[in-house]
């Protein structure tokens, strides 16, 4: 059982910054990708971001290019999202989720295996 717990999120102006944090337990964190999404009442749940269990490799959407870091640090089995430069369109419930680093990062919610409860950023115009 993996459990994930997102923090960071809170209200900001349009062109502010958070950095979001997913504590990871209950196995190694190194055996996982970590995704981001987001997701609003109005949308399903969005791909935002993700990184490779070795942190080799990452991925962001369109949206988010040049604004948002992903990044991890698997001796504290912590994952992060950096984001910059925030647009009210970003305005979301920000989830991390897990995904086993046997098969490729994938950007399909369905193809991840265990979230967390989310964290709710709000930018403000």
């Known amino acids: 059982q993996v459990g994930l717990v997102e923090s960071g999120g809170g209200v900001v102006q349009a062109g502010g910054s958070l950095k979001l944090s997913c504590v990871v337990s209950?196995?190694?964190?190194?055996?996982?990708?970590l995704a981001w999404f987001r997701q609003t009442p109005e949308s399903g749940r969005e791909f935002v971001a993700g990184?490779?269990?070795?942190?080799?490799?990452?991925d962001y959407t369109d949206s988010v290019k040049g604004r948002f870091t992903v990044s991890r640090d698997n001796a504290k089995n912590s994952g992060y999202l950096q984001m910059h430069y925030l647009r009210p369109e970003d305005t979301a419930t920000y989830y991390c989720?897990?995904?086993?680093?046997?098969?490729?990062?994938?950007?399909?919610?369905?193809?991840?295996?265990?979230w967390g409860r989310g964290t709710q950023v709000t930018v403000s115009s």
């Open positions: 989720a897990t995904q086993g680093s046997a098969q490729p990062m994938s950007r399909m919610p369905q193809a991840q295996g265990s």
């Open positions: 209950g196995r190694p964190f190194s055996s996982y990708h």
């Open positions: 990184i490779s269990w070795s942190s080799e490799a990452t």
